[in-house]
C-alpha cells in the first residue's frame, strides 16, 4: 500500500510540474518582465502622438520600443498625500495606491530609483535616510530648469479641461493644506528619494546618470505636469520623462466643460500630454499585468488593434478615439508601427530615417528590407474591452499575441474590422522571429511568427480576393433595398467613397446581413458592409477621406453603439 501511495505521489510532483510548464510557456510576452535580474533592461512600450506630414494640423498615434537600464531610470510618485481636500480626490488616491506600490516594488527590485515627492509636507521625513540623501545634491544649472510653465511645444495647445473650480465634484470640499504625508500604502525604502524639489531630484539625477524618468501620482493636469520636479520641468532637463497613465487621476468636476465624466476627462489630459508634452506608458512593462482601472470607471471601452501603412489609420482612429472620448466611451489602443511597413526593398533614405527615429532596426539582407513592421503593442488592453475594432494589414505576430487576438475572438465579444482587416494576419509568406520581434522565453521557440490568413473566414465571413484598381471616380456606396431602416443605417444616405472596390463576392458565410453595396462601372456589385452574426461586422470602406464623409461617419458612430449596446 505505502509503494503504491508512493507511486501516486510522484506521479502527482511530475503532474505539477508539467501544469506549471505549461503555465509558464502560455503565458503572453512581457508576461514574465517581473521576474528579472536586477540589472536586466526594461522593455519599455512608449506611446506618443505625432505631427502628420501628410495631414497639416493632423496627429499619429505611435508606439516605439525602448530598453532602458534600471541604473538610468527613476520613477517620480507625485503628491500621493494621505489626505485631500477635495474627499473624492482622497477615495481615488487610496484606490490606485496598493496598485502603484507593487510597481514601485517591482521596479525597485529591478534597480530602477524611487523617489517619493509628497510636496509640503517634508517635514515629516526630515530624519529619513531617504530625506537626508536628496539635500546632498545641488546644481545650479539644474535649478533653472526646474520649471513648470508651459513649454514651446504647448504655445498653440487648447487645454483639455476647465478646472477654474479646482475640479472637485463635491460641493462641500473646500481648499485647504489637509495633508500630512504621503499615503501609507506606499512602502518608503531607506535607498529611496524623499524630495519635492526639481532642483534636488535634477541634480541627484545628474550626478547619478539617470535619464529615463516615470512619473506617476496626481493630479495630472495640476501637480504632475507642473511641479518643479513634473513632466515638464524633467522634459526641460533634458530627461527622456514619461507618463504611467494608467497610475495617476485628475482634478476635473464633470459639471464643466468639455462636460464629461471624471474619466473621460482623464483621457483627454492624457492625450494632451502625448501631443504637446511627452509619451506615455502604462504599469504592464513592469508587472505583466493588465492595466489598472478605478472601480468607478464604469465607462464602455474599445480596444483599437491598428498596423498598417496606407489609410493612416494611425491618425483617423484616434480622431475618431476622441469623438468617442467626449462621449463618454474610453478607447485603448494597441499600435503597430505606423511608417512604411510595405516598402520596397530599395527604400530610400527619408524612409530609414524614419524607422531610426522609432528606434527600430533596419535589416537590408534583401529578403526583408522592414521585418520590423511586424510588431503590435499593448494587446493586454484585449482583457477589459468591450469592443476590438481590427485596422490591420498583413502582419505577422508572436504566438502568443496572435493568442491572445484569438482568445478575444472565441470570447464572443463584439468586434469591427475595417478595410485590411480582410487580411490583417497574412503576411503573404514566411516572417522569421529575428524579423524585429524580441524573444524573453529562455525555452526553445518557434522559428517563425504566427498569422492567421483563415480571419476572413473564420470571423468576418468574408472572400477578399483583391480589388478591382484604383478609379478617379471612386466607388459608388448604396444601401442595400429593404435595409434602410436598420439601426447601422440610421442617417446613412448613399455616398462616393474614394476607396477601390474590394471583390469580396461570394461572402462564405450563411449568417451574412449585407447593408452596402458598392459598384464600380462594368463590374457587378459588391458587398462593402455586412454583419457576421449579431457581434461581428465589417466593412471594407475605411480610406483616410471617408472619415470626412457625413454619411460614413453617421455610419461608424452607429456601428460602435450598435455593438456596445447589444
Keep these: 500500500m505505502s509503494s503504491i501511495?508512493?507511486?501516486?505521489?510522484?506521479?502527482?510532483?511530475?503532474?505539477?510540474?508539467?501544469?506549471?510548464?505549461?503555465?509558464?510557456?502560455?503565458?503572453?510576452?512581457?508576461?514574465?518582465?517581473?521576474?528579472?535580474?536586477?540589472?536586466?533592461?526594461?522593455?519599455?512600450?512608449?506611446?506618443?502622438?505625432?505631427?502628420?506630414?501628410?495631414?497639416?494640423?493632423?496627429?499619429?498615434?505611435?508606439?516605439?520600443?525602448?530598453?532602458?537600464?534600471?541604473?538610468?531610470?527613476?520613477?517620480?510618485?507625485?503628491?500621493?498625500?494621505?489626505?485631500?481636500?477635495?474627499?473624492?480626490?482622497?477615495?481615488?488616491?487610496?484606490?490606485?495606491?496598493?496598485?502603484?506600490?507593487?510597481?514601485?516594488?517591482?521596479?525597485?527590485?529591478?534597480?530602477?530609483?524611487?523617489?517619493?515627492?509628497?510636496?509640503?509636507?517634508?517635514?515629516?521625513?526630515?530624519?529619513?535616510?531617504?530625506?537626508?540623501?536628496?539635500?546632498?545634491?545641488?546644481?545650479?544649472?539644474?535649478?533653472?530648469?526646474?520649471?513648470?510653465?508651459?513649454?514651446?511645444?504647448?504655445?498653440?495647445?487648447?487645454?483639455?479641461?476647465?478646472?477654474?473650480?479646482?475640479?472637485?465634484?463635491?460641493?462641500?470640499?473646500?481648499?485647504?493644506?489637509?495633508?500630512?504625508?504621503?499615503?501609507?500604502?506606499?512602502?518608503?525604502?531607506?535607498?529611496?528619494?524623499?524630495?519635492?524639489?526639481?532642483?534636488?531630484?535634477?541634480?541627484?539625477?545628474?550626478?547619478?546618470?539617470?535619464?529615463?524618468?516615470?512619473?506617476?501620482?496626481?493630479?495630472?493636469?495640476?501637480?504632475?505636469?507642473?511641479?518643479?520636479?513634473?513632466?515638464?520641468?524633467?522634459?526641460?532637463?533634458?530627461?527622456?520623462?514619461?507618463?504611467?497613465?494608467?497610475?495617476?487621476?485628475?482634478?476635473?468636476?464633470?459639471?464643466?466643460?468639455?462636460?464629461?465624466d471624471h474619466f473621460s476627462g482623464l483621457d483627454l489630459m492624457v492625450e494632451y500630454i502625448e501631443t504637446y508634452v511627452c509619451p506615455s506608458i502604462v504599469s504592464t512593462d513592469f508587472t505583466g499585468k493588465k492595466q489598472f482601472k478605478f472601480a468607478g470607471d464604469t465607462r464602455k471601452r474599445i480596444a483599437f488593434l491598428t498596423a498598417e501603412s496606407e489609410y493612416r489609420a494611425n491618425q483617423r482612429l484616434p480622431e475618431f478615439a476622441h469623438e468617442l472620448t467626449l462621449k463618454n466611451i474610453h478607447s485603448d489602443f494597441a499600435v503597430g508601427l505606423p511608417l512604411m511597413g510595405e516598402a520596397k526593398k530599395d527604400a530610400d533614405a527619408k524612409v530609414k530615417a524614419e524607422y531610426a527615429a522609432y528606434g527600430m532596426p533596419i535589416d537590408t539582407d534583401g529578403k526583408s528590407p522592414f521585418p520590423t513592421r511586424h510588431n503590435l503593442e499593448n494587446l493586454q488592453i484585449l482583457n477589459d474591452a468591450d469592443l476590438a475594432v481590427i485596422f490591420i494589414r498583413r502582419r505577422a505576430l508572436e504566438p502568443e499575441k496572435l493568442a491572445q487576438i484569438k482568445a478575444y475572438v472565441a470570447s464572443g465579444r463584439p468586434i469591427l474590422g475595417l478595410r485590411t482587416a480582410s487580411h490583417a494576419f497574412d503576411a503573404k509568406g514566411n516572417v522569421p522571429r529575428e524579423g524585429g520581434a524580441i524573444v524573453t522565453a529562455a525555452e526553445k521557440t518557434d522559428d517563425y511568427l504566427a498569422q492567421w490568413p483563415e480571419l476572413d473566414k473564420e470571423v468576418w465571413g468574408g472572400n477578399y480576393q483583391g480589388h478591382y484598381g484604383h478609379l478617379n471616380t471612386g466607388t459608388d456606396v448604396s444601401l442595400v433595398p429593404g435595409m434602410e431602416n436598420h439601426p447601422l443605417l440610421q442617417g446613412v444616405t448613399p455616398f462616393n467613397s474614394p476607396n477601390w472596390l474590394y471583390q469580396n463576392r461570394p461572402l462564405r458565410t450563411g449568417k451574412a446581413q449585407v447593408l452596402l453595396l458598392g459598384s464600380n462601372p462594368g463590374v457587378p456589385n459588391e458587398p462593402v458592409m455586412w454583419t457576421n452574426g449579431k457581434n461581428v461586422i465589417y466593412t471594407s470602406l475605411g480610406h483616410w477621406d471617408d472619415w470626412k464623409i457625413e454619411s460614413f461617419r453617421r455610419l461608424m458612430f452607429n456601428t460602435v453603439n450598435y455593438l456596445l449596446n447589444q
Design 5 to 260: 501511495n508512493e507511486i501516486s505521489r510522484i506521479m502527482m510532483k511530475h503532474v505539477i510540474k508539467l501544469w506549471m510548464a505549461i503555465i509558464v510557456l502560455s503565458v503572453p510576452a512581457g508576461m514574465a518582465q517581473a521576474k528579472v535580474k536586477p540589472g536586466t533592461p526594461i522593455r519599455i512600450s512608449l506611446q506618443q502622438r505625432t505631427p502628420s506630414d501628410l495631414d497639416p494640423g493632423g496627429y499619429l498615434i505611435t508606439s516605439r520600443i525602448e530598453n532602458w537600464q534600471p541604473a538610468e531610470t527613476a520613477i517620480i510618485i507625485c503628491d500621493m498625500w494621505d489626505r485631500h481636500w477635495c474627499n473624492d480626490a482622497t477615495a481615488r488616491v487610496a484606490e490606485i495606491a496598493p496598485a502603484m506600490n507593487e510597481v514601485l516594488a517591482i521596479a525597485r527590485d529591478k534597480g530602477v530609483k524611487i523617489v517619493h515627492a509628497p510636496s509640503d509636507c517634508l517635514n515629516f521625513y526630515n530624519d529619513h535616510p531617504a530625506r537626508k540623501a536628496a539635500r546632498k545634491y545641488k546644481d545650479k544649472k539644474i535649478a533653472a530648469l526646474a520649471d513648470g510653465s508651459k513649454l514651446p511645444s504647448e504655445e498653440n495647445a487648447v487645454w483639455p479641461v476647465d478646472q477654474s473650480d479646482e475640479g472637485c465634484e463635491n460641493a462641500e470640499c473646500k481648499p485647504h493644506t489637509a495633508w500630512s504625508r504621503q499615503i501609507d500604502a506606499l512602502t518608503v525604502e531607506d535607498q529611496d528619494l524623499i524630495s519635492d524639489s526639481g532642483a534636488e531630484i535634477g541634480a541627484y539625477f545628474r550626478k547619478k546618470g539617470i535619464k529615463n524618468v516615470i512619473l506617476v501620482g496626481v493630479h495630472t493636469n495640476m501637480c504632475v505636469i507642473g511641479r518643479s520636479f513634473g513632466l515638464r520641468a524633467m522634459k526641460r532637463m533634458g530627461m527622456n520623462v514619461v507618463l504611467m497613465r494608467d497610475m495617476t487621476d485628475l482634478m476635473y468636476n464633470h459639471a464643466m466643460a468639455p462636460y464629461v
